[in-house]
């Protein structure tokens, strides 16, 4: 079946029965003719072809969505946002796991190029990427999800970061905590380099010195990686009570080293992450966490790039999401 034929079905003829089947320009058509148009193509079996389309508007429709570690339970809810959100307008994500593994991103990254995908979301932005830096000067429409980077111009959406470790200080503070450590994450990403700042600020903001030996350093947002920050704090006697991580999985790294040396958490150490990651509520005891709408992160990266894809620049929107406490069982008063 062609687009002739729905036409003739319909009663119109081929350019409007094609603005009525095209999302883009539907609102060009009369809803009644509209309706007419699309009965006709359903009771024909009439599917449009991609193929044809992206030749005639050299688009299309696929957007890239690069993502650092699938298996980390934050990004599907991201990824789900932006497909729903790109699929609205009639276009479709492609997924790219990279790993955190900067040859196989660029790889992923010419693949999709080749592919001629109209945009990327990019997720595993590092603060001085030779990627972003190359789609600067080829003017691709790129934005940031979960990341942020100067220097690049490039549209971005991501939590409040260093309000989100502040209020997971003032949280612990409250409780009684003063010696509190923090596993920091990877300093060349905005999410580990902005909750170190924000913890640093938290704790000058209490009147609370910032130990060095209470600083983890994460090469990772892992759980390896957070067992390991967290038995080398334990193995060095700092006399922490508790731990500010910045993120779950690290977080959850932590509940391993002290399993491994026998203290417990709450009663001997309090642990706070940040994500609010699905499944973290399971966890025993459940994991005090900084949460923020994972979904909606996603939908508003999908806008943006859909913003930049029709608009092929405009002004660039910088959106961050507000973080919200909430409090499990991990954190509790310290001993005495």
């Not at 570690?69 to 790109?86: H, T």
């Not at 660029?106 to 990019?122: K, N, Q, S, T």
């Not at 990651?277 to 790039?305: C, K, N, Q, V, W």
């Not at 913003?307 to 961050?320: H, S």
Request: one cysteine or more.
């Amino acid at each position: 079946m062609t687009l002739k034929d729905v036409a003739a079905l319909a009663g119109v003829h081929p350019a409007t029965a094609s603005r009525a089947l095209n999302p883009e320009t539907r609102l060009l058509v009369s809803e009644e003719t509209a309706a007419r148009i699309l009965a006709a193509a359903t009771s024909l079996g009439y599917r449009p072809n991609p193929v044809a389309r992206s030749l005639r508007t050299r688009r299309s429709h696929t957007v890239g969505v690069l993502i650092p570690d699938l298996n980390n339970p934050l990004f599907p809810p991201i990824v789900r946002g932006i497909e729903d959100r790109l699929a609205a307008d009639g276009y479709v994500a492609l997924i790219g796991n990279t790993d955190s593994d900067d040859e196989r991103e660029r790889l992923v990254f010419e693949l999709m190029r080749a592919r001629h995908v109209d945009g990327f979301v990019f997720a595993t932005a590092h603060l001085r990427s030779p990627l972003l830096a190359e789609a600067a000067a080829a003017e691709l429409p790129v934005v940031l999800v979960n990341r942020y980077a100067e220097g690049y111009g490039f549209p971005s959406v991501s939590v409040d970061n260093e309000r989100g470790i502040a209020m997971a200080v003032a949280h612990l503070v409250s409780l009684g905590h003063r010696r509190i450590a923090h596993i920091a994450g990877p300093q060349d990403v905005s999410t580990g380099l902005s909750r170190y700042r924000g913890f640093v600020a938290a704790m000058s903001a209490h009147d609370l010195p910032v130990d060095p030996a209470l600083v983890g350093w994460a090469r990772a947002f892992s759980v390896e990686e957070g067992d390991r920050c967290c038995r080398e704090l334990l193995a060095a006697g700092t006399g922490c009570t508790a731990v500010a991580a910045a993120n779950d999985m690290l977080g959850v790294g932590c509940y391993s080293a002290l399993e491994a040396v026998g203290l417990r958490c709450p009663e001997d150490i309090s642990v706070v992450g940040f994500n609010n990651m699905p499944f973290i509520d399971r966890l025993r005891p459940p994991m005090t966490t900084i949460s923020f709408p994972h979904y909606l992160l996603g939908t508003e990266a999908g806008t943006l790039i859909l913003e930049r894809i029709a608009a092929n620049g405009g002004p660039r929107k910088i959106l961050y999401l507000a973080p919200e406490l909430v409090i499990r069982g991990s954190t509790a008063q310290p001993r005495g």
